[in-house]
């Protein structure tokens, strides 16, 4: 079992800059492949940033590329997301997801994927 719990969320600015924390716990929370998701009001869960348990190896969407960077400390079990040029597009709730698999860029999107996901924090982002 993996626990998760994000922290980190609020109200910003366009062009401004915030970072989501999610904490894991449980026996196997240091080996989990994670990933941040996000869901606006009325749109399906749609995914933001990947990482494998290493760290070496990260996926983005599209639309965040260039802007979110995903991280992780294993000794902290703590996995970040940075996230700067913020849009008002940006707006969700954000939720981070844990897995022990590990697919490719066709696999790491999906919901499906994905064993374990916190309760989400809301980002806002005002024009």
């Known amino acids: 079992q993996v626990q998760l719990v994000e922290s980190g969320g609020g109200l910003v600015q366009t062009g401004d800059s915030l970072r989501l924390s999610c904490a894991a716990t449980g026996e196997t929370s240091s080996t989990s492949n994670m990933a941040w998701f996000r869901q606006a009001p009325g749109k399906n869960r749609e995914f933001v940033a990947a990482?494998?348990?290493?760290?070496?190896?990260?996926f983005y969407a599209d639309s965040v590329k260039g802007r979110f960077t995903i991280a992780r400390d294993n000794a902290k079990n703590t996995v970040w997301l940075q996230m700067n040029s913020l849009k008002p597009e940006d707006t969700a709730v954000y939720y981070c997801a844990a897995t022990h698999s590990w697919g490719g860029r066709s696999f790491m999107p999906m919901t499906t994927s994905y064993n374990y996901w916190g309760q989400g924090t809301q980002v806002t982002v005002s024009s």
């Open positions: 990482i494998s348990w290493g760290g070496r190896t990260t």
